[in-house]
């Protein structure tokens, strides 16, 4: 019984919702329409166009037929900006890249004189220069 109930409330909604779009559209009409005026011809103009050209508008470039220059050359403008910029940025990686590395380097470089300059100091005997470095192998 309940369900009935829900099913009779939902279609009577339906119908006064749909009543109500339906007025709705009607009250979307400007007034001067619904008075029985035309409209100003410099608004049609504005809107609709002639059917030749709106014929010609559509024929004027179809799927298969070539771009216009300008649009070539837009296109052409937009891919060389597009490769400038990658370009731009390849260049910064391999900049920053490069500099990582050379960091490394030195640091690599820094920690190995260190631990030569250790190792000379730890086996110096006294003599100048060093007898280890002087002596001369037969």
């Given at each position: 019984m309940t369900w009935r109930r829900v099913l009779l409330l939902s279609c009577l909604s339906a119908v006064v919702l749909l009543a109500v779009l339906r007025e709705g559209t009607g009250a979307?009409?400007?007034t001067r329409q619904a008075a029985g005026e035309e409209a100003p011809d410099g608004?049609?103009?504005?809107?609709?166009?002639?059917?030749?050209?709106?014929?010609?508008?559509?024929?004027?470039?179809?799927?298969?037929?070539?771009p216009s220059k300008d649009e070539v050359n837009v296109e052409n403008r937009q891919k060389l900006r597009a490769d400038e910029l990658r370009r731009e940025h390849?260049?910064?990686?391999?900049n920053e890249f490069e500099n990582?590395?050379?960091e490394q380097n030195d640091e690599q470089e820094e920690r190995s004189r260190e631990a030569v300059e250790q190792w000379r100091q730890?086996?110096?005997d006294g003599l100048y220069p060093s007898y280890l470095y002087n002596?001369?192998?037969i």
């Open positions: 979307s009409v400007g608004v049609k103009q504005k809107i609709f166009m002639q059917e030749s050209d709106a014929s010609n508008f559509l024929k004027r470039r179809g799927k298969r037929s070539p390849y260049e910064e990686q391999r990582f590395v050379e730890w086996h110096y002596r001369h192998h």
